[in-house]
């Protein structure tokens, strides 16, 4: 029944003490908007100046105000350094760098964007075009053997089918008589009725 709970198998009444109310089961009880729970009582909050009241259930009762932040019982002003702006979400340091800046301690520091290359969607770090490789903070072009290509990515070599990578090379999958290429294209396997033996394809015995 509401406004009862249980206790070592009887109901008891929920006392509600004042600047309280009875939560949505009945059962229990919360502090008003502006009170906070110590022990069986409600209690005022107080509220800093740059700062509101929240219900009692969220941290200590209240919160700052945009451009503030909770230091002990007090809320201080948030000093944005250039090319920064506020978050409007709860955050350790409430700000966040602009596009192309990356936050360095209190600061916001201008990202060197090399030739060929991009800033990435965060627009905190960037990333090389298509073709090219991120070495000692530049983009060089990547180095494509003979029988290989770029892979979907763009960002690495692969051999074509019918060949395999060795060092910085694509060498051709030498295919021994009754053998084919593979499905990953790199190797060879033998056709029905041969087993693989070394280097060839050796025929099974008949049972």
Not at 192 to 201: I, Q
Request: hydrophobic fraction near 35%; charge should be neutral; proline fraction near 4%.
């Amino acid at each position: 029944m509401r406004g009862y709970r249980e206790v070592a198998g009887r109901c008891v009444t929920v006392v509600v003490p004042a600047n309280a109310y009875l939560e949505a089961r009945g059962s229990s009880w919360r502090c008003d908007r502006g009170f906070r729970r110590e022990g069986e009582q409600c209690t005022a909050v107080r509220v800093p100046q740059n700062g509101y009241a929240v219900d009692s259930g969220f941290d200590q009762g209240w919160r700052c105000n945009r451009g503030y932040r909770a230091v002990g019982e007090s809320c201080v002003k948030i000093e944005l350094p250039a090319h920064a702006y506020l978050l409007d979400s709860i955050h350790s340091f409430g700000w966040q760098c602009d596009r192309g800046f990356r936050q360095t301690q209190d600061r916001c520091v201008a990202i060197d964007v090399p030739a060929n290359a991009y800033l990435v969607r965060a627009g905190d770090d960037w990333q090389c075009e298509r073709g090219f490789q991120r070495i000692d903070n530049q983009c060089s072009p990547i180095v494509i053997p003979a029988n290989a290509y770029l892979d979907d990515r763009g960002r690495e070599w692969r051999c074509e089918r019918g060949f395999r990578k060795q060092d910085a090379s694509c060498v051709a999958v030498r295919v021994p008589a009754n053998a084919f290429i593979g499905y990953a294209g790199d190797d060879w396997s033998c056709e029905a009725g041969f087993r693989k033996h070394e280097s060839a394809c050796v025929a099974v015995p008949e049972s």
